[in-house]
């Protein structure tokens, strides 16, 4: 993800639940530890979706993932995720962390399906809704193996 990225990534961020300013967007990309991916469509090269994390020492934590509504069930999430844990794990990361909405099924079954487990909850984390979070673990040194598609 560069600078030039950012209006398409508000474009998608636009359509979560939780939408970030624009200023959380350009704080992510001068962190010196963090990383994001976009995705792009082959014939437009429109962003379809991307991820922002953040990776100290030897843990990390998957901050943000979207994909645009219109390009949804098309396993950019799941490619994006790929992507993202190969990074890591050629970074000697041991662990991944994340938050997600209790009630976000799709994206649960998406963090299951690559070996995140669930490790707590935070109550009440996140505003309009008003929702718990799950907070999600993945061990990267002995979890599961990276799902080939």
């Known amino acids: 993800m560069t600078p030039a990225d950012l209006q398409e990534v508000l474009r998608i961020e636009e359509t979560t639940g939780t939408p970030w300013a624009a200023d959380l967007f350009v704080s992510e990309l001068e ?36 994909v645009a509504p219109d390009c949804r069930r098309k396993k950019i999430a799941s490619s994006l995720l790929e992507k993202s844990l190969a990074f890591l794990k050629e970074q000697n990361v041991a662990n991944c962390f994340l938050e997600l909405r209790k009630s976000n099924i799709a994206a649960f079954a998406l963090y299951q399906k690559y070996g995140f ?27 599961k193996p990276l799902e080939k598609h």
């Open 31 to 66: 962190l010196l530890h963090g990383w994001q991916y976009v995705s792009q469509h082959r014939e437009t090269a429109k962003i379809s979706g991307f991820i922002i994390g953040t990776l100290v020492i030897d843990e990390a934590e998957i901050r943000k993932i979207a």
């Open 117 to 143: 487990e669930v490790i707590g909850e935070r109550k009440k984390y996140y505003k309009d809704p008003t929702e718990d979070a799950f907070i999600m673990k993945k061990n990267l040194k002995t979890g």
